[in-house]
């Protein structure tokens, strides 16, 4: 297992659309352990392959709190089948804008087709955290970000600050 590096915003492969994987293979299934180890490590409670600059339509969840047992989802070539008419909001970050939230309002509940760690087609209903989560690394399949919902205003702003937040920290 190691560890991948994070892309921040404004990085344009965050605004790649990425590709299907074809069969969940052992290379596959590595780079699905590295991006959990990369997860766990931020620390985040989802992550998409190309924030870790591999455009290959694969996420990684763990919505499950702290102090309970790790419960990880793979989802390959994730797609919505269906979307509650109920929608809920939540203050959304991403490891790829480090120190932002906003408020974003989605489907509370949506049904999930994907491909699994072991190459089986799933299918499941999910609610909650987990709803907008899933949500959220779908969006960076197709090369969106949270913060594209947000005025262009706000976001510019976000974006700055970031690149500042990034070149501060690089030591010279
Ligand atoms: O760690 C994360 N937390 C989070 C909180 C609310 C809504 C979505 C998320 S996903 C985010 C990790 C991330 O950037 N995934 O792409
Ligand atoms: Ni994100």
């Known amino acids: 297992m190691s560890k991948l590096n994070i892309i921040n915003v404004p990085d344009p492969l965050l605004k790649t659309i990425s590709t299907p994987v074809a069969r969940v293979d052992s290379d596959i299934r590595q780079m699905l352990d590295d991006m959990l180890e990369t997860m766990y490590a931020a620390p985040g409670i989802g992550l998409a392959a190309i924030q870790v600059a591999v455009a290959k339509r694969m996420i990684v969840i763990d919505t499950s709190?702290?102090?309970?047992?790790?419960?990880?989802l793979f989802l390959v070539n994730p797609?919505?089948?269906?979307?509650?008419?109920?929608?809920?909001?939540?203050?959304?970050?991403?490891?790829s804008?480090?120190?932002?939230?906003?408020?974003?309002?989605?489907?509370?509940?949506?049904?999930?087709?994907?491909?699994?760690?072991?190459?089986?087609m799933q299918e499941t209903l999910v609610d909650g955290l987990t709803?907008?989560?899933?949500?959220?690394?779908?969006?960076?399949?197709?090369g969106?970000?949270?913060?594209?919902?947000?005025?262009?205003?706000?976001?510019?702003?976000?974006?700055?600050?970031?690149?500042?937040?990034?070149?501060?920290?690089?030591?010279?």
């Open 131 to 142: 709803a907008t989560c899933v949500q959220h690394e779908i969006d960076h399949l197709d």
């Open 97 to 120: 804008v480090p120190e932002y939230y906003a408020d974003i309002e989605r489907p509370a509940s949506v049904r999930v087709k994907y491909l699994d760690y072991n190459n089986e």
């Open 144 to 172: 969106v970000v949270f913060i594209d919902y947000l005025s262009r205003l706000k976001r510019n702003m976000i974006v700055k600050k970031v690149q500042k937040a990034q070149k501060d920290s690089v030591v010279l």
């Open 65 to 72: 709190a702290e102090e309970d047992e790790k419960s990880p």
């Open 79 to 95: 797609e919505v089948v269906w979307e509650s008419e109920e929608h809920s909001v939540y203050s959304e970050g991403c490891l």
